[in-house]
């Protein structure tokens, strides 16, 4: 049973994670996205909004229950299914990422960003802050995330999905490259 | 009920695949390991293959099935938008399905990504009218 704990390779993970498209069609005709729920949840709030956020958004509801089961997805993935051995990490990322001063590599979710602590420090404003703001705005500008663009609309064969993808990796690359190594 | 089924299902493929992993991000923005490309690729084969079978047929509750196609435009938004959301992506090995995980899985301070992810849709909601798209 040690399956269960150990990290699932990517051609057992890849396909399930794609069949959730089919799944959500078969389950209500729903188009699979996440972060529509960022748009759902700003238009949830009172006041004034602009244009954008004003629609019904309880006809969404769905796309939010979705959300609420990633986070208790989440709770089973790390308690029931945690993996007991160390998190491995490519030898060669290892040493480019040591080069540029982590230190740490020993969880899944390195404590020299994720941790309350280092919101205190440039590095932790930029990628927790800075970070959350790009992904946000960015994935309302272009219509989508990984999910919605990444899986669904690549599934779907939809040529603006994959200049968003070609967009991902772009940024991706120069956070990676250009950006990460002068905030470290 | 069965959204939050689907949703748990999703975040559980997303921990075990270690797709909420800041160091799976960085070995494949560094083209260092093919976990990730296998995972987003085989997903978007699997996907694929799956709309085949389903799109145009009705599901149990009567509605045929489908995926409304993204209006092109100029394009100008995918790329602009995409790019926006890779430096943040990049940054932070965090995207939108993977923060809900992650505060399930109890990284508190997830939450303050999420409300400044909020913070960026409101801005992008803002500027909308005066962005190419």
Same mark, same amino acid.
């Given at each position: 049973?040690?399956?269960?704990?150990?990290?699932?390779?990517?051609?057992?993970?890849?396909?399930?994670?794609?069949?959730?498209?089919?799944?959500?069609?078969?389950? #209500?005709?729903?188009p699979l996205g996440i972060? =529509?729920?960022?748009?759902?949840?700003?238009? *949830?709030?009172?006041?004034?909004?602009?244009?954008?956020?004003?629609? +019904?958004?309880?006809?969404?509801?769905?796309?939010?229950?979705?959300? *609420?089961?990633?986070?208790?997805? =989440?709770?089973?993935? #790390? %308690?029931?299914?945690?993996?007991?051995?160390?998190?491995?990490?490519? *030898?060669?990322?290892?040493?480019?990422?040591?080069?540029?001063?982590?230190?740490?590599?020993?969880?899944?979710?390195?404590? +020299?960003?994720?941790?309350?602590?280092?919101?205190?420090?440039?590095?932790?404003?930029?990628?927790?802050?800075?970070?959350?703001?790009?992904?946000?705005?960015?994935?309302?500008?272009?219509?989508?995330?990984?999910?919605? %663009?990444?899986?669904?609309?690549?599934?779907?064969?939809?040529? #603006?999905?994959?200049?968003?993808?070609? #967009?991902?990796?772009?940024?991706?690359?120069?956070?990676?490259?250009?950006?990460?190594?002068?905030?470290? | 009920?069965?959204?939050?089924?689907?949703?748990?299902?999703?975040?559980?493929?997303?921990?075990?695949?270690?797709?909420?992993?800041?160091?799976?991000?960085?070995? &494949?923005?560094?083209?260092?390991?093919?976990? &990730?490309?296998?995972?987003?690729?085989?997903?978007?084969?699997?996907?694929?293959?799956?709309?085949?079978?389903?799109?145009?047929?009705?599901?149990?509750?009567?509605?045929?099935?489908?995926?409304?196609?993204?209006?092109?435009?100029?394009?100008?938004?995918?790329?602009?938008? !995409?790019?926006?959301? !890779?430096?943040?992506?990049?940054?932070?090995?965090?995207?939108?399905?993977?923060?809900?995980?992650?505060?399930?899985?109890?990284?508190?301070?997830?939450?303050?990504?999420?409300?400044?992810?909020?913070?960026?849709?409101?801005?992008?909601?803002?500027?909308?009218?005066?962005?190419?798209?």
């Amino acid at each position: 049973m040690d399956w269960i704990t150990r990290p699932w390779p990517w051609w057992i993970a890849g396909p399930l994670l794609g069949l959730m498209v089919p799944l959500l069609l078969w389950l #209500g005709n729903r188009p699979l996205g996440i972060s =529509g729920n960022l748009r759902h949840l700003c238009a *949830a709030l009172p006041g004034s909004k602009p244009d954008f956020l004003r629609y +019904e958004w309880r006809t969404q509801i769905w796309n939010l229950l979705f959300a *609420a089961g990633l986070v208790l997805g =989440g709770w089973i993935g #790390g %308690h029931w299914l945690a993996d007991p051995d160390p998190f491995v990490v490519a *030898a060669t990322t290892r040493a480019d990422l040591a080069a540029i001063g982590v230190t740490r590599f020993d969880a899944m979710v390195p404590v +020299e960003i994720f941790s309350w602590d280092m919101l205190g420090t440039a590095r932790g404003l930029v990628i927790l802050i800075g970070g959350g703001f790009l992904v946000g705005f960015g994935a309302r500008y272009a219509g989508g995330c990984t999910s919605g %663009h990444g899986v669904a609309g690549l599934a779907d064969l939809q040529i #603006g999905s994959l200049v968003a993808v070609v #967009g991902f990796f772009i940024g991706g690359l120069i956070a990676t490259f250009l950006l990460l190594p002068r905030i470290w | 009920m069965r959204y939050v089924l689907a949703g748990a299902a999703f975040g559980i493929l997303l921990t075990k695949s270690e797709a909420i992993s800041w160091f799976r991000m960085q070995e &494949m923005f560094r083209f260092q390991s093919f976990h &990730m490309y296998g995972l987003l690729f085989s997903a978007a084969g699997a996907g694929a293959l799956g709309l085949r079978f389903v799109k145009g047929r009705k599901n149990p509750r009567g509605e045929t099935m489908t995926l409304a196609p993204k209006k092109i435009g100029t394009g100008i938004r995918y790329l602009a938008g !995409g790019i926006i959301f !890779g430096l943040g992506w990049g940054l932070s090995g965090v995207c939108p399905g993977p923060v809900f995980t992650l505060i399930g899985r109890g990284v508190g301070v997830a939450a303050v990504f999420l409300l400044s992810a909020l913070a960026g849709t409101w801005a992008y909601a803002v500027l909308r009218p005066r962005l190419p798209h």
